[in-house]
C-alpha cells in the first residue's frame, strides 16, 4: 500500500526541504527589487525598468540640444549702423523689433512703404517686427521668418552666433541666401 504524505503548509515544505531553501528566500526579495532570474541563474530587469531606458536615454540626449544654442537676446545694431534692434523670447522661440533708428533720432519717422498691405504702408518702423518664430536647433537658431522693409518681402531665416557679440542672420529665398552680421550694443 502506497504511503500518503501528510499535507504541508507552504512554510513547512521549505523548511523540510532545505537543499531548495536558498532559491525559494530570494526569489521574492528579488522581484521586490525589480529583477527576476533567467532560468540559468542570471539576473534581467524587469519590463518597467525596459520601458524607462529609452525614456532617461532620450533625456539625457536631448539636453544638450536645448543647452548647446547661445542666447541671442538683448539689443543688436545692423551692420549699417542705422537700425537697432531687440530680440526676445516669443514662446519657445525668439523675435526681434525694431527699437530705433537713424530717421527717428533725428526727428522724423520713417514709415513700412515698401510693405505689400497697402493698410500697414503708413506705419512707423519702430516696432515692427522682423524676426519671427525662430527656434533653437543645435547651435543656430532656425524656423522662423525675416522681414525686409527695405523690400517688404519675408524671407526663411536662420541664426547663428558668433562669439558673444555678434548675431550672424542669413535670409533665404529657395537657395539663394543673404547673411548680415548683427553687433551687441553693450
Known amino acids: ?86 530680440i526676445s523670447h516669443c514662446g519657445g522661440a525668439i523675435c526681434a523689433r525694431i527699437i530705433e533708428t537713424a530717421a527717428a533720432t533725428s526727428g522724423s519717422v520713417r514709415r513700412d512703404e515698401k510693405n505689400p498691405d497697402p493698410s500697414l504702408r503708413a506705419r512707423p518702423l519702430v516696432g515692427v517686427e522682423v524676426l519671427h518664430g525662430l527656434v533653437p536647433k543645435g547651435a543656430e537658431w532656425s524656423g522662423g521668418w525675416i522681414y525686409n522693409p527695405g523690400d517688404g518681402r519675408r524671407y526663411d531665416a536662420r541664426a547663428v552666433m558668433k562669439g558673444d557679440d555678434r548675431l550672424q542672420v542669413q535670409g533665404c529665398v529657395a537657395i539663394l541666401c543673404k547673411a548680415q552680421v548683427w553687433t551687441r550694443v553693450r
Do not use: H, N
Open 1 to 86: 500500500m502506497a504511503s500518503l504524505r501528510p499535507y504541508l503548509a507552504p512554510s513547512e515544505f521549505w523548511s523540510s526541504r532545505p537543499e531548495l531553501l536558498g532559491r525559494a528566500d530570494r526569489a521574492p526579495d528579488l522581484r521586490r527589487r525589480g529583477l527576476q532570474r533567467y532560468s540559468k541563474g542570471r539576473l534581467r530587469p524587469m519590463r518597467r525598468a525596459r520601458q524607462l531606458i529609452p525614456a532617461l536615454a532620450l533625456l539625457v540626449c536631448s539636453t544638450p540640444c536645448w543647452a548647446g544654442a547661445p542666447d541671442p537676446t538683448g539689443r543688436w545694431v545692423l551692420p549699417s549702423g542705422k537700425v537697432r534692434v531687440e
